[in-house]
């Protein structure tokens, strides 16, 4: 069946470091994803998304990274900082009859950054 | 403020009690969505409207709940006789057809206690 789930419920990291956060998924045939970013009382916000004819992506200081051979999906954020503290999700585009689309979401990450 | 908005932004309610929330898209997009949130979980999808038809329907949403999206622009979603089971975030998000494969655009959900 679908399902989208991510490796790690909590990742600790100090502020300027680096953090990877990182999701799996089970259908093989899809072909869109996109990482969310969740701060406490608010809802989803996008960050960047990746379709599968790429392997990466890069934004504003974050990268995704694709691996369709394992399922595996990445997010990159560089120099953390404290504003990036917020649970992050990623999400996994099923397409529907119709040309439209619903996501299928993970459990989410949740980054405490620490200065 | 251009964005999703969702009200109310908090609900306690009594056990049978019904609830109604309502969800303001962007302007001009056309896809409305439901998902509904529970604590440490990602969104579930609920259901989808283009425009005013309700095109897709999970099997989370029983027939106690109900949405409409009478104009094409605002949607409400109804919970008749709520149950404890029903407190969650309920989540509106939008979005437009196009290149980027509909992505969706969150409002800041509405909290629904059930007492």
């Known amino acids: 069946g679908e399902s989208v789930g991510l490796h790690l419920p909590t990742l600790s990291v100090q502020e300027g470091d680096n953090s990877i956060i990182n999701c799996a998924y089970s259908?093989?045939?899809?072909?869109?994803f996109i990482w969310y970013k969740q701060e406490s009382g608010k809802g989803p916000q996008f960050i960047i998304d990746?379709?599968?004819?790429?392997d990466k992506r890069q934004g504003q200081r974050v990268t995704v990274l694709l691996n369709k051979t394992v399922k595996h999906l990445s997010l990159q954020i560089a120099a953390t900082q404290p504003g990036d503290s917020a649970v992050y999700f990623c999400?996994?585009?099923?397409?529907?009859?119709?040309?439209?689309?619903?996501?299928?979401f993970g459990a989410g990450t949740r980054l405490a950054v620490h200065p | 403020d251009t964005g999703v908005s969702q009200n109310p932004r908090h609900k306690i309610t009594k056990r049978g009690q019904n609830v109604t929330f309502r969800c303001d898209p962007i302007s001009e997009h056309n896809r409305l969505y439901w998902y509904r949130q529970t604590l440490g979980q990602g969104p579930e999808f609920l259901t989808y409207?283009?425009?005013?038809?309700?095109?897709?329907k999970s099997r989370l949403l029983s027939d106690r709940f109900s949405a409409e999206r009478p104009k094409g622009s605002f949607s409400t979603l109804e919970i008749q006789r709520t149950e404890q089971g029903d407190s969650a975030m309920y989540l509106c998000a939008s979005s437009v057809p196009g290149l980027d494969l509909g992505e969706q655009f969150f409002g800041p959900g509405t909290r629904l206690t059930v007492l």
């Open positions: 409207f283009q425009n005013e038809a309700q095109l897709e």
């Open positions: 259908n093989s045939a899809s072909d869109y």
């Open positions: 990746i379709r599968s004819n790429m």
């Open positions: 999400a996994e585009n099923i397409g529907l009859s119709g040309g439209y689309n619903k996501l299928i």
